[in-house]
């Protein structure tokens, strides 16, 4: 499968109807041309240089051969291993991703409780109003929403979401918020089926105390669900949080590849591509693992 | 804003800053003891993370204010084409214009504790031409032949034909000296940790935060800085805010106290508040729209001539620049040397003109759905625009101006790739250009040249193509003598608005943003700011 | 599943396929209907929903202004009687680009959904029907998709089409194959185990027949789901992807462009982003409620409620 990735990703870049020497000489913050005179002789040059005017099938088995040894290649405009610019950007994207999935979990689990506990209440309709809110808010406006009052108008938190503990704050919530509206509403739904099955109405019987029986049963049973979507999150989350991470100014990963699709940066966006497959398929066997001991039967399987 | 001749770089600061800034800048009244205390850390909310800090190599605008700092150059260039001593004492230029001579100050040190003298220089250029560093910078050699030590503190620039724009190209951050020790123990690496002789040197890279520390050693800033000896600043951390409306809030939030491409229509209102705001207009190409004579309708001088009359300049700036630049009106920018001014009066906002110009070519709206219309095609133009800083509010502005002269006006914004395969290809009317630049030959040749229509970077996108402006860019680049260059540049501002050639819109302007308490702040020709003057109170 | 930011569809957890019983459909769906509008907030999000249909097709008739028309003196007004949503950087009326900005964002929500449904319920029902290695085969490509970074693989189709509108739709739908093509596959591997489907099978019916016949109406129900929920994710991705600048070209008034030119005022003038920010919000807001007013209605486990 990461071979297959690597052929799509490879092809896509080169079907682009672009030169990447092209975009190579562009200066990034006034999108000009450098003072100097650009002759073809120097783009020439740079082609051969950058290994570009090897034929295509050459190109890609050079790149599926180093990236087997670990080595993802050079960026073209940066001219610095990409294997190294992922690895230094990496620690601020897991950062930002652990925090904005601990922020659906908490938020998630919270609601989806409450809610769960006290099915049709006014509890319930609430929660899952603002469950829905969550799903329904583009999060890069909720994030611009929240750095204008709490850092422009109230100033009580950073503008900036990288530097202290509590500039991760905003960017926590502006992420995590979306992905706690489906976990409430699949910890609800586990928690009412699972409160109206009978080994929960045998558990009361035996006169087990209710907030026991919830945290004991329920919850490891509604968690099966849970941990499903937070997985998967966790691989989308990891390659897609580019525009909270451009609006809260943090490094990441994932604003690297997107300037690196912009700037047709081809090693860096494909050396990025397969770390995020890898991600992937990681996680999926994470979730696989969190299922066996959360669910002993499936073991059996 | 006036329409005066303004100074090669125009500060524009708050009245009592002024005050401040030329008490300070009265040498002799600067004590040591004053000079001690003045330090603190400036923390720059960046616009872009810098992908490379060698000059040599790399240029972007905003690369190059790091690099300002961390480089020295040969020279200083106080106005257009003046040069006064940097790191060259003196310097000759041979009769015939192929040998430049300079002789270097004795006491200059790198970072890294490397002797500044000629074997550097040598190192730097030839390092430049070998093709496995892949400079993009190499044009500013022109035709460059060798560089020979003479001995150690005096070399010799060779070249094999008169290349008049050499010294401004020297007085840049492009042609500064690096370190040959560090060339060598850096190799790729070089570019993340570079190695200057200027007033602060690279401490280190936190996440996208790039660390700057004062050069202790520091003795050899050029005539006309404030004082002598090392930089002021303690440290100086650039920190990248991708985030336009992001970038002005760190200043309010105290997490930045100095930043640069601001939201424009803030700028008035931040400076009410007591921030300072500093504007710096710079030589070079002015922000125009060059417009193709090869593809109809704009191969008809008249319509041509309709969309200069046509478009409200100063309108333009007002909503997209908030004002903060001046009307251009040709394609040199006023502080470029040999501007002739005689292009201000040729194209002022005249609607009717205008109308009258369309209607003299043939085009009238005769079935009244407000698009001319001439032997039943529409009179339609295909503007493009690649999406960058104010780009797209501009285009999508022209096009509605375009629009209400009788254009049916279309418009493309990309990405620069997509723009950059639309100019390979022809197919616009109406393209964009701009650069900041010391010498106006490379930008001229560059966007007039018949030999750049095609190959390179296609800079040429008015598609002109004509012996004799050829002939006109080849003078200006060989002769020695600055008068005649002048006349030359004059002769060429005059040929490409008589031709109608460009769209000019406004000079380029850069503004930068500090916080109330950062004093002593100035630029360059370039625009760069100068943060050895800089202190924080 | 930060649908916003990475084209992803919306989660197929907790849509289930319907029971093993062949129901007489017209009542099923009268019931579903009636019990869909006893949801309060179904139904709230049905009318808001029909409100912004209706006020997006009509939105010549609601404005005296022109979406498209500068006039530089009347720049950055705040809401007024004259201008219900103030006025943006040229002077365009905000209430007026907002109208006309619904007609773009429902469109793009609805063709997306459209491409990546027909395409994803076609690969889904194949490979869930004939198994074996066309299964292997689909799941396999499926498996890569999803594990490509759809933002990525958006910017990636608009760089290598251009950006526009059709072509956003395009990123989007081809985003959303690899959601329906799973949730059909689920989908069909559970009812070809119903016995109708067996029977049907053992009588030599043609797949095609017994795939539209019997399998496609039992498990219609979480497709429809489904495909409400995926219109607003895709009207969220489609907003993210333009304020990214990968959407629709100006001067049209496609909400994420509006609220991306709005966003550096913000301080100066609130009305130009923050009310394209409502009106997604609200769009995206209602057809939720609606989508999950549909799945409790089409559930029929829950018919008890």
Same mark, same amino acid.
């Given at each position: ?81 990409? &294997?190294?610019? /992922?690895?230094?950007? #990496?620690? *601020?994207?897991?950062? $930002?991703? =652990?925090?904005? @999935?601990?922020?659906?979990? %908490? ?31 583009? &999060?890069?406006? /909720?994030?611009?929403? #929240?750095? *204008?009052?709490?850092? $422009?108008? =109230?100033?009580? @938190?950073?503008?900036?979401? %990288? ?139 | ?537 | ?305």
């Amino acid at each position: 499968m990461l071979l297959g990735v690597s052929l799509a990703v490879f092809s896509m870049l080169h079907l682009l109807p672009v030169d990447p020497v092209e975009m190579l000489i562009m200066d990034s913050t006034t999108g000009t041309a450098p003072t100097s005179g650009v002759t073809d002789e120097m783009m020439d040059n740079l082609r051969r240089e950058l290994g570009l005017d090897r034929p295509l099938p050459v190109q890609f088995a050079s790149f599926v051969g180093n990236a087997l040894r670990g080595d993802l290649g050079m960026s073209f405009r940066n001219n610095r291993p990409v &294997s190294e610019m /992922l690895a230094e950007q #990496l620690p *601020y994207t897991i950062r $930002l991703t =652990l925090a904005g @999935l601990g922020t659906s979990v %908490v938020l998630g689990l919270t609601l989806g409780i409450l809610a769960g506990l006290r099915p049709n209440s006014w509890i319930d309709s609430a929660s899952m109003l603002l469950a829905t809110f969550g799903v329904s808010m583009p &999060s890069f406006w /909720l994030g611009l929403m #929240l750095i *204008y009052l709490f850092a $422009l108008r =109230l100033q009580a @938190l950073p503008a900036l979401g %990288v530097g202290s503990p509590q500039a991760l704050l905003m960017p926590a919530i502006a992420l995590g918020f979306h992905g706690s509206a489906i976990i409430a509403r699949l910890t609800r739904s586990s928690i009412l089926e699972i409160m109206g099955s009978e080994y929960i109405t045998t558990a009361r019987a035996k006169g087990v105390a209710e907030s026991f029986v919830v945290l004991r049963h329920a919850l490891r049973n509604a968690l099966i669900p849970v941990v499903t979507v937070v997985g998967l999150e966790f691989g989308s989350l990891m390659s897609g949080a580019v525009i909270t991470e451009t609006v809260f100014a943090r490094p990441g990963i994932r604003r690297l590849a997107v300037r690196g699709i912009l700037e047709k940066d081809f090693p860096l966006v494909q050396g990025f591509v397969l770390f995020i497959a890898v991600i992937y398929v990681l996680s999926n066997l994470i979730v696989d693992l969190c299922y066996a001991w959360l669910d002993p039967r499936i073991r059996f399987e | 804003m006036t329409s005066r001749r303004y100074a090669p770089v125009l500060l524009r600061l708050v009245a009592v800053v002024m005050t401040l800034a030329l008490l300070a800048g009265s040498g002799a009244m600067v004590s040591r003891a004053q000079d001690e205390e003045r330090g603190g850390t400036l923390t720059w909310a960046f616009i872009l993370k810098p992908r490379s800090l060698d000059p040599n190599v790399w240029t972007g605008r905003s690369d190059n204010d790091v690099m300002r700092q961390i480089f020295d150059s040969l020279v200083y260039s106080p106005a257009p084409g003046e040069y006064v001593p940097w790191l060259a004492e003196s310097w000759e230029i041979s009769e015939d214009g192929t040998v430049y001579t300079f002789t270097l100050r004795e006491d200059v040190t790198f970072h890294d504790g490397t002797p500044l003298n000629a074997e550097a220089f040598k190192a730097t250029y030839d390092r430049m031409l070998d093709p496995e560093t892949r400079s993009l910078q190499v044009g500013n050699l022109g035709p460059y032949e060798s560089t020979e030590v003479i001995d150690e503190y005096t070399f010799a620039i060779n070249l094999t034909e008169p290349f008049a724009p050499l010294m401004a190209n020297l007085s840049s951050t492009q042609l500064a000296p690096g370190s040959p020790a560090a060339f060598e123990e850096f190799g790729e690496q070089y570019a993340q940790s570079p190695v200057g002789t200027g007033p602060f040197m690279f401490d280190r890279w936190e996440g996208n935060d790039l660390y700057l520390v004062k050069n202790p050693d520091y003795n050899w800033a050029p005539e006309g800085m404030d004082h002598q000896g090392p930089a002021y600043l303690d440290e100086i951390v650039i920190r990248e805010v991708a985030e336009p409306a992001t970038r002005m809030v760190t200043l309010q939030t105290g997490e930045a106290n100095v930043t640069h491409y601001p939201v424009f229509e803030e700028v008035a209102s931040y400076e009410e508040q007591g921030f300072q705001v500093y504007r710096a207009d710079t030589p070079g190409f002015a922000k125009s729209m060059p417009i193709n004579i090869e593809l109809a309708p704009t191969d008809d001088l008249l319509v041509r001539q309709a969309i200069l009359h046509g478009i409200n300049r100063q309108q333009v700036i007002d909503l997209i620049q908030a004002g903060y630049a001046n009307v251009a009106n040709g394609p040199l920018t006023r502080p470029s040397f040999g501007y002739d001014p005689a292009v201000e009066e040729m194209y002022p906002y005249d609607p009717e003109r205008a109308a009258a110009l369309l209607e003299e070519a043939g085009w009238v709206d005769g079935n009244g759905d407000g698009i001319r219309e001439k032997d039943g095609q529409n009179l339609s133009v295909q503007m493009i625009m690649f999406d960058s800083g104010p780009n797209k509010a501009m285009a999508e502005l022209i096009q509605a101006m375009l629009t209400e002269l009788g254009f049916e006006a279309s418009l493309d914004v990309t990405a620069y790739d997509a723009f950059a395969s639309r100019v390979t290809e022809g197919t616009y009317n109406l393209a964009e250009m701009n650069w900041t630049a010391l010498d106006p030959h490379l930008v001229l040749f560059n966007m007039f040249h018949s030999g750049e229509v095609t190959g390179g970077g296609q800079f040429n996108r008015t598609r002109i193509q004509d012996p004799e402006l050829d002939e006109l860019i080849a003078r200006g680049r060989m002769a020695t003598d600055p008068a005649e260059r002048e006349e030359v540049y004059a002769e060429i501002q005059q040929y490409v608005m008589d031709n109608a050639l460009i769209l000019p819109i406004w000079d380029n302007a850069w503004i930068t943003l500090t916080a109330p308490n950062v004093q002593g702040l100035r630029f360059d020709l370039e625009g760069r700011p100068l943060l050895y003057n800089v202190w924080v109170e | 599943m930060a649908a916003v930011e990475q084209g992803a569809a919306p989660s197929i957890a907790g849509v289930t396929p319907g029971a093993g019983r062949r129901v007489d459909e017209r009542s099923l769906a009268w019931m579903a209907f009636r019990r869909f509008l006893t949801i309060r907030s179904a139904a709230t999000g049905a009318a808001v929903l029909l409100l912004l249909v209706l006020a997006a097709v009509f939105a010549p008739y609601l404005t005296p202004f022109e979406y498209d028309k500068i006039a530089p003196t009347a720049a950055y007004e705040a809401p007024s009687r004259e201008h219900l949503m103030g006025t943006d950087k040229f002077g365009r009326d905000v209430f007026t680009r907002v109208l006309f900005g619904g007609r773009i964002s429902l469109t793009v929500g609805l063709i997306a959904t459209a491409i990546g449904g027909v395409v994803g319920v076609l690969l889904g029902m194949t490979a869930g029907y004939f198994g074996g290695l066309v299964d292997e085969a689909t799941m396999r490509v499926l498996d890569m998709m999803l594990a490509f970074p759809g933002i990525l693989l958006a910017m990636g189709i608009v760089a290598m089409l251009g950006p526009s509108l059709r072509n956003l739709m395009i990123a989007v739908g081809i985003g959303y194959i690899a959601g329906f093509a799973r949730l059909m596959r689920g989908n069909v591997l559970a009812a070809r185990r119903f016995d109708y489907v067996l029977a049907a099978e053992a009588l030599g019916g043609r797949s095609w027949t017994i795939l539209r016949r019997h399998i496609l109406p039992n498990i219609a129900a979480p497709l429809i789901v489904y495909a409400t929920l995926s219109v607003a994710a895709a009207i969220l991705t489609a907003a993210g992807l333009s304020f990214l600048g990968l959407g629709a070209q100006p001067p049209s008034p496609e909400w994420g462009i509006m609220l991306s030119d709005g966003r550096e005022t913000l301080n100066r003038a609130w009305w130009v982003s923050l009310f394209p920010g409502l009106a997604i919000l609200l769009t995206t807001l209602s057809i939720n409620f609606v989508g999950d007013g549909l799945r409790v209605a089409l559930d029929p486990r829950v018919r008890g409620r």
